[in-house]
C-alpha cells in the first residue's frame, strides 16, 4: 500500500482474512489477527478503501438450511416407520382374509367343447350350469340348487378344467382356492378365511366356488394322534358350517376336486352339503381319441398321424398324461425342424414318457447279447401266451435310468373298461414276467444268470400275492386275508396294521406264493427251451436291428408255429 498499488482491501472479520486488490487486477488474501485493528490504521493512511463484509446471513441460511433437512430426514423416517405400522396392522387384521382368485362373470374362457373325454361327467354337470341360468325352473317346483358337487377321480383326469367349464358355461363369477391355502399355523386362521371365502361368494351370488383337494382340510376328524381339536380341524368345522348351517346361501355352489373321497369326512359327504358325488373316470378309447384331437386344434399334425391307433396305443392314460405326449411330440418336432408333428416324433414322445430319456447305445457284445436274450424272453412268451398283453415292440436300445432295453405290450382294452380280471390272466402275467429270467436259465445256465430281472421278481410277488390273499386264486380257498390301504393318516410305512390271520396262515401264504412263482418260471423255461432255435434268430435279429415292432415279432412266431406244430400254439 506505501507503494501506492493497492486498489482496494475487504476485511472478512469471521474468516480473520483481508482480500487485497491491485490496480493490474491481481488478488490476493492475507491472514490477519482475529480482531486485528491495524489494518484500519493502514488503510486509513494510505487512503486504500476498506470494505468489511460481515457473513453471518450467508452462515445463518447455510445452518437453515442444514437444520431443514435434517428435519426433512427425521419426518421421513417417521412417515416410513408409521408407513410399516400401518402395513404391518394391515397384514395382522387381513391375515383372516380368503386368498381366493376371483374371475368375474365372462372371464373363464373354457367351455364344455374343451373338455373331452369325460362326457359320463359332463352330462351330470350340465344341470348344474342350468341350476345356474334359470333357477327359476327349478324353484317353481320346489326343487333346491345342490348346495355341493364333489368331484372323484384319478389325477389328471380333467377335474379342475372341469369346474372350470361348468363357470364358464354359466357365466357367472368363479371363486378358486386350494385347501391347503386355509390351513395356517395360527390358530382361528383357517375357520376365519373359509367365512370371509363364503361372505364374498354370497355378494356376488349366484356363483361357482371352486376348492382344490379338499382332502387337506376335509380329512375324518378325530383321526390324528394329537387328538382331534386341531386347527384343521376348526377350519373343517366352519366349512360344515357355511355349507349347511342357520345361515342360507342360496346361489353359492360348491365344487371341490380330491382323488381321495375315502378319508373325507363323514359329515361333508352327507345329502344337504355334498348332494353329488361325479366319477371322473380314465377315459376310454373313444375318450383318449376325443382328447388328442382337442390338444391336436392347435398343432400342426401330419396327414399320416391317426389319432384313433395313438388311442389305442395309449391305453390307461389320463388327459393330461395325452397332454403331456402331444406337448412332447411338438417339442421333439421343433427342436428337428420340421413343420409338422409326424408318426415318429409321436413315437419317442411316447418312449420319452414312458421309459425315459434314450441313453447311448451299447457298445459291449456280450452285454448287449445277454440284455437281448432277457428282452426277446418276455416278447416271445408274450406272443405265445393267448391271455397275455399284446407286444407293441421289444429294443435292446438303452433309456436313461439304467433301463437296457424292454418289451412293451398294450394292455387289453376290455379289460381295463371292464375292471374285470381273470385267473389266466394273471397267471400269463406271471410267466411274461418270468420270461427274462427264464430265458436266462435256458442260455447261459442257473450259475450265470444276473440281478437283471430283479424288478421282474419283485411284480412276480405282488401278483402272485395278491392272487392268494385278496382274490382266492390257491389252494387256501376264496377267502380274503389281506385288503386294500392302511393308516392313511399315521402311514402306511410308519405304522402298518396287524395281520388278520394266524402265523399258520401266515406260512401257507407264503408258501403258496412261492409255489405260484416257481410254477411260472418252470413254464417260462419250458417254453423257451422248447422253440431254443426260434429265441437264438429272434436274439440276433433284435441285435442287429435293436428294434422289432410288435408286428414283426408276431409274424416271425408264426412262421416259426406253423412249421413246427407239435408245439404249443400261439396266438396267431
Same mark, same amino acid.
Given at each position: 500500500?506505501?507503494?501506492?498499488?493497492?486498489?482496494?482491501?475487504?476485511?472478512?472479520?469471521?474468516?480473520?482474512?483481508?482480500?487485497?486488490?491491485?490496480?493490474?487486477?491481481?488478488?490476493?488474501?492475507?491472514?490477519?489477527?482475529?480482531?486485528?485493528?491495524?489494518?484500519?490504521?493502514?488503510?486509513?493512511?494510505?487512503?486504500?478503501?476498506?470494505?468489511?463484509?460481515?457473513?453471518?446471513?450467508?452462515?445463518?441460511?447455510?445452518?437453515?438450511?442444514?437444520?431443514?433437512?435434517?428435519?426433512?430426514?427425521?419426518?421421513?423416517?417417521?412417515?416410513?416407520?408409521?408407513?410399516?405400522?400401518?402395513?404391518?396392522?394391515?397384514?395382522?387384521?387381513?391375515?383372516?382374509?380368503?386368498?381366493?382368485?376371483?374371475?368375474?362373470?365372462?372371464?373363464?374362457?373354457?367351455?364344455?367343447?374343451?373338455?373331452?373325454?369325460?362326457?359320463?361327467?359332463?352330462?351330470?354337470?350340465?344341470?348344474?350350469?342350468?341350476?345356474?341360468?334359470?333357477?327359476?325352473?327349478?324353484?317353481?317346483?320346489?326343487?333346491?340348487?345342490?348346495?355341493?358337487?364333489?368331484?372323484?377321480?384319478?389325477?389328471?383326469?380333467?377335474?379342475?378344467?372341469?369346474?372350470?367349464?361348468?363357470?364358464?358355461?354359466?357365466?357367472?363369477?368363479?371363486?378358486?382356492?386350494?385347501?391347503?391355502?386355509?390351513?395356517?399355523?395360527?390358530?382361528?386362521?383357517?375357520?376365519?378365511?373359509?367365512?370371509?371365502?363364503?361372505?364374498?361368494?354370497?355378494?356376488?351370488?349366484?356363483?361357482?366356488?371352486?376348492?382344490?383337494?379338499?382332502?387337506?382340510?376335509?380329512?375324518?376328524?378325530?383321526?390324528?394322534?394329537?387328538?382331534?381339536?386341531?386347527?384343521?380341524?376348526?377350519?373343517?368345522?366352519?366349512?360344515?358350517?357355511?355349507?349347511?348351517?342357520?345361515?342360507?346361501?342360496?346361489?353359492?355352489?360348491?365344487?371341490?376336486?380330491?382323488?381321495?373321497?375315502?378319508?373325507?369326512?363323514?359329515?361333508?359327504?352327507?345329502?344337504?352339503?355334498?348332494?353329488?358325488?361325479?366319477?371322473?373316470?380314465?377315459?376310454?378309447?373313444?375318450?383318449?381319441?376325443?382328447?388328442?384331437?382337442?390338444?391336436? !386344434?392347435?398343432?400342426?399334425?401330419? %396327414? #399320416?398321424?391317426? $389319432?384313433?391307433?395313438?388311442?389305442? &396305443?395309449?391305453?390307461?392314460?389320463? @388327459? +393330461?398324461?395325452?397332454?403331456?405326449?402331444?406337448?412332447?411330440?411338438?417339442?421333439?418336432?421343433?427342436? !428337428?425342424?420340421?413343420?409338422?408333428? %409326424? #408318426?415318429?416324433? $409321436?413315437?419317442?414322445?411316447?418312449? &420319452?414318457?414312458?421309459?425315459?430319456? @434314450? +441313453?447311448?447305445?451299447?457298445?459291449?457284445?456280450?452285454?448287449?447279447?445277454?440284455?437281448?436274450?432277457?428282452?426277446?424272453?418276455?416278447?416271445?412268451?408274450?406272443?405265445? $401266451?393267448?391271455?397275455?398283453?399284446?407286444?407293441?415292440?421289444?429294443?435292446?436300445?438303452?433309456?436313461?435310468?439304467?433301463?437296457?432295453?424292454?418289451?412293451?405290450?398294450?394292455?387289453?382294452?376290455?379289460?381295463?373298461?371292464?375292471?374285470?380280471?381273470?385267473?389266466?390272466?394273471?397267471?400269463?402275467?406271471?410267466?411274461?414276467?418270468?420270461?427274462?429270467?427264464?430265458?436266462?436259465?435256458?442260455?447261459?445256465?442257473?450259475?450265470?444268470?444276473?440281478?437283471?430281472?430283479?424288478?421282474?421278481?419283485?411284480?412276480?410277488?405282488?401278483?402272485?400275492?395278491?392272487?392268494?390273499?385278496?382274490?382266492?386264486?390257491?389252494?387256501?380257498?376264496?377267502?380274503?386275508?389281506?385288503?386294500?390301504?392302511?393308516?392313511?393318516?399315521?402311514?402306511?410305512?410308519?405304522?402298518?396294521?396287524?395281520?388278520?390271520?394266524?402265523?399258520?396262515?401266515?406260512?401257507?401264504?407264503?408258501?403258496?406264493?412261492?409255489?405260484?412263482?416257481?410254477?411260472?418260471?418252470?413254464?417260462?423255461?419250458?417254453?423257451?427251451?422248447?422253440?431254443?432255435?426260434?429265441?437264438?434268430?429272434?436274439?440276433?435279429?433284435?441285435?442287429?436291428?435293436?428294434?422289432?415292432?410288435?408286428?414283426?415279432?408276431?409274424?416271425?412266431?408264426?412262421?416259426?408255429?406253423?412249421?413246427?406244430?407239435?408245439?404249443?400254439?400261439?396266438?396267431?
Amino acid at each position: 500500500m506505501r507503494n501506492g498499488q493497492v486498489k482496494q482491501l475487504e476485511l472478512l472479520p469471521r474468516q480473520d482474512m483481508v482480500l487485497v486488490e491491485f490496480k493490474d487486477g491481481t488478488n490476493t488474501r492475507v491472514n490477519v489477527f482475529p480482531n486485528d485493528q491495524e489494518v484500519l490504521r493502514v488503510a486509513e493512511a494510505s487512503q486504500v478503501p476498506l470494505d468489511v463484509r460481515h457473513s453471518e446471513g450467508n452462515g445463518a441460511m447455510s445452518g437453515l438450511l442444514v437444520n431443514g433437512m435434517l428435519a426433512v430426514l427425521v419426518l421421513g423416517l417417521l412417515v416410513l416407520l408409521f408407513r410399516r405400522s400401518a402395513n404391518v396392522a394391515q397384514k395382522a387384521l387381513g391375515f383372516g382374509r380368503s386368498k381366493a382368485r376371483v374371475q368375474p362373470e365372462g372371464s373363464v374362457p373354457v367351455r364344455f367343447d374343451d373338455v373331452a373325454g369325460i362326457d359320463e361327467a359332463k352330462t351330470e354337470l350340465q344341470e348344474v350350469v342350468t341350476f345356474l341360468k334359470e333357477p327359476e325352473r327349478f324353484t317353481a317346483l320346489g326343487a333346491k340348487i345342490p348346495r355341493g358337487v364333489l368331484l372323484v377321480g384319478p389325477p389328471g383326469t380333467g377335474k379342475t378344467l372341469l369346474a372350470r367349464a361348468i363357470a364358464g358355461e354359466a357365466d357367472v363369477p368363479f371363486f378358486s382356492i386350494s385347501a391347503s391355502e386355509f390351513v395356517e399355523l395360527f390358530v382361528g386362521v383357517g375357520a376365519s378365511r373359509v367365512r370371509d371365502l363364503f361372505r364374498q361368494a354370497k355378494a356376488k351370488s349366484p356363483c361357482i366356488i371352486f376348492i382344490d383337494e379338499i382332502d387337506a382340510v376335509g380329512r375324518q376328524r378325530g383321526a390324528g394322534i394329537g387328538g382331534g381339536n386341531d386347527e384343521r380341524e376348526q377350519t373343517l368345522n366352519q366349512l360344515l358350517t357355511e355349507m349347511d348351517g342357520f345361515e342360507e346361501n342360496s346361489g353359492v355352489i360348491l365344487l371341490a376336486a380330491t382323488n381321495r373321497a375315502d378319508v373325507l369326512d363323514s359329515a361333508l359327504l352327507r345329502p344337504g352339503r355334498f348332494d353329488r358325488q361325479i366319477m371322473v373316470e380314465l377315459p376310454d378309447r373313444r375318450g383318449r381319441e376325443a382328447i388328442l384331437g382337442v390338444h391336436a !386344434r392347435t398343432r400342426p399334425l401330419s %396327414d #399320416e398321424v391317426s $389319432l384313433s391307433m395313438w388311442a389305442r &396305443r395309449t391305453p390307461g392314460f389320463s @388327459g +393330461a398324461e395325452l397332454a403331456n405326449l402331444i406337448n412332447e411330440a411338438a417339442i421333439l418336432t421343433a427342436r !428337428r425342424q420340421k413343420a409338422f408333428i %409326424d #408318426e415318429s416324433a $409321436l413315437h419317442d414322445a411316447l418312449e &420319452r414318457v414312458t421309459m425315459g430319456l @434314450g +441313453a447311448n447305445p451299447l457298445q459291449d457284445s456280450a452285454k448287449k447279447r445277454l440284455i437281448a436274450y432277457h428282452e426277446v424272453g418276455h416278447a416271445l412268451l408274450t406272443t405265445l $401266451l393267448p391271455a397275455a398283453d399284446e407286444l407293441d415292440k421289444v429294443t435292446i436300445l438303452p433309456r436313461a435310468g439304467g433301463v437296457g432295453g424292454f418289451a412293451r405290450t398294450t394292455p387289453d382294452e376290455e379289460i381295463l373298461d371292464s375292471g374285470l380280471i381273470s385267473k389266466a390272466y394273471l397267471q400269463s402275467r406271471l410267466v411274461v414276467a418270468m420270461g427274462g429270467r427264464a430265458a436266462e436259465m435256458v442260455v447261459f445256465g442257473p450259475a450265470e444268470v444276473t440281478q437283471g430281472a430283479s424288478s421282474d421278481l419283485q411284480l412276480v410277488t405282488q401278483i402272485a400275492r395278491e392272487m392268494v390273499t385278496r382274490y382266492g386264486f390257491s389252494v387256501l380257498g376264496p377267502v380274503a386275508y389281506e385288503r386294500d390301504g392302511g393308516e392313511v393318516f399315521l402311514g402306511r410305512d410308519w405304522m402298518r396294521p396287524e395281520t388278520e390271520y394266524s402265523g399258520r396262515t401266515g406260512k401257507a401264504i407264503d408258501h403258496e406264493v412261492q409255489l405260484l412263482a416257481r410254477q411260472a418260471l418252470e413254464q417260462a423255461e419250458q417254453m423257451l427251451s422248447s422253440r431254443r432255435k426260434l429265441l437264438d434268430e429272434l436274439v440276433v435279429c433284435l441285435i442287429e436291428q435293436e428294434t422289432i415292432s410288435g408286428e414283426d415279432f408276431r409274424e416271425r412266431v408264426k412262421r416259426h408255429e406253423a412249421t413246427h406244430p407239435q408245439l404249443m400254439p400261439s396266438r396267431g
